[in-house]
């Protein structure tokens, strides 16, 4: 993590402060897979945002006074009994210089330490529901304010939600965020073109799911989110993660996986069929997600909101689903009536960063520079739809690329894995 980018992000967080006011930041607690056995650790988003460090138990103050900015660590080194069963974790001093605190100071009785910084402050900023313990010693601390005058003088009077400065502030990426998602993009096309090639009618799903992972592990990243592998029809399940079908000939597979890079998260979907060859009736829906996904893609540019992005898919994917005669009112009608709700009941894209479903507000929401979402309409005609000709049935189409805001218009930063029939019919092929 570089210096500059986390003095940046300090000084931005203290600049949308009102003045006399602290930041109090806590990291994500240890999860438990069942007794003592750890789930992997995933550091509080906000927290590795500030502090860029990815550990349990620790606590970060963040404040300006007299044009300084000053950033307060608690943690504690590593234990003797710690070093014999995990090893070796940077002490205290290395953090200090890399990671740029101002000081740093024992976890341990921490919220004690905590008055020191916040009592003479107008305002908390603060995230409830992270930290119990903090959030009972800071109810504590409020509620024996009210009862005693000369504490009630020294404690900040104001408590405001953090998340509504951090999620403005991350929503729009600097150039080494940037980088850091194109990385995750890069080993997230790896894995969908091994996907591709290693495809063939009567394997797993999951054994698809454990080449994208493979190719994940081998460059040292880990999967943004559960991947979905879905053949045939269980690509009409938006949020499938069983993966344990069989794989069938002429059936598609919808793939929605990508990997993480240092926290940033990359979110790829392509749909390509299991033996190679896309039939006629998957070639037509096919066309008209790809049309809808490229057409809204052209779109994306600074001064632009989610709906209109998500009219212009709207639009095409209705207009196409006419044309096949699956839907057959007038395309205003269908429209108004949200009846294509039946084949595409989700919004086109989202906001992507450290969360694969980034912080940030939607309505009315103006695209800039920097800010990364993704582009993924889909059409879904689920095996039970009797309104539809069985030709059509079990056919689950989704196209998802990340797309970033630029300038002039916008940079699909997953642009190098194929989406076209032909060309994923030759890396099917391979
Ligand atoms: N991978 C989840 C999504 O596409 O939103
Ligand atoms: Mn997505
Ligand atoms: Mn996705």
Avoid at 116 to 135: G, P
Avoid at 168 to 182: A, C, Q
Avoid at 229 to 234: H, M, S
Wanted: aromatic share 8%; proline share 2%; hydrophobic share 35%.
């Amino acid at each position: 993590m570089i210096l500059s980018e986390l003095n940046n992000r300090r000084r931005a967080l203290v600049a949308e402060m009102p003045i006399n006011s602290v930041a109090i930041l806590s990291s994500a607690n240890r999860n438990y897979r069942s007794r003592d056995v750890e789930n992997p650790y995933r550091q509080d988003s906000d927290f590795l945002y500030m502090t860029g460090i990815s550990e349990p138990d620790l606590l970060n103050i963040i404040y300006g006074e007299n044009g300084k900015i000053f950033s307060i660590l608690f943690r504690d080194n590593n234990t003797e009994q710690e070093k014999i069963w995990i090893g070796e974790r940077l002490n205290n001093s290395q953090i200090l210089e890399n990671y740029g605190f101002t000081e740093i100071h024992s976890y341990e009785g921490c919220h004690k330490k905590l008055l020191d910084f916040i009592k003479n402050k107008e305002t908390i900023y603060i995230e409830t529901s992270l930290n119990k313990e903090l959030d009972k010693f800071i109810a504590n601390q409020i509620s024996n304010s009210s009862q005693n005058n000369r504490l009630n003088s020294l404690f900040p009077k104001k408590i405001a939600a953090l998340h509504s400065i951090t999620q403005k502030l991350r929503l729009v990426k600097s150039d080494y965020e940037i980088n850091l998602i194109k990385k995750a993009a890069k080993v997230s096309i790896k894995g969908h073109e091994q996907a591709m090639k290693k495809s063939k009618p009567g394997i797993y799903e999951y054994e698809l799911d454990a080449e994208i992972r493979y190719i994940f592990n081998k460059n040292n990243m880990d999967c943004a989110y559960m991947s979905i592998v879905g053949g045939g029809n269980n690509a009409c399940t938006l949020h499938y993660i069983n993966n344990n079908d069989i794989l069938k000939d002429k059936n598609l597979v919808l793939i929605d996986a990508a990997a993480e890079c240092e926290g940033y998260a990359s979110d790829i979907t392509r749909t390509f069929p299991v033996n190679g060859k896309f039939t006629e009736e998957q070639s037509k829906i096919y066309d008209i997600v790809l049309e809808a996904q490229e057409k809204a893609i052209e779109f994306v540019k600074p001064g632009v909101t989610w709906d209109q992005v998500h009219e212009i898919t709207i639009k095409i994917i209705v207009s196409g689903l006419i044309r096949l005669e699956i839907l057959s009112r007038d395309i205003d009608e269908i429209i108004d009536s949200e009846l294509y709700k039946d084949f595409f009941m989700h919004k086109t894209g989202h906001w992507l960063g450290l969360d694969v479903h980034d912080v940030g507000t939607y309505e009315n929401k103006l695209f800039e520079p920097g800010m990364v979402i993704t582009v993924e309409p889909g059409i879904y005609i689920d095996s039970s739809n009797k309104n539809v000709l069985e030709k059509w049935r079990g056919i689950g189409i989704r196209i998802e690329d990340d797309v970033l805001i630029t300038k002039n218009g916008n940079e699909v930063l997953t642009k190098d894995l194929v989406k076209k029939r032909n060309e994923i019919e030759t890396v099917c092929s391979h």
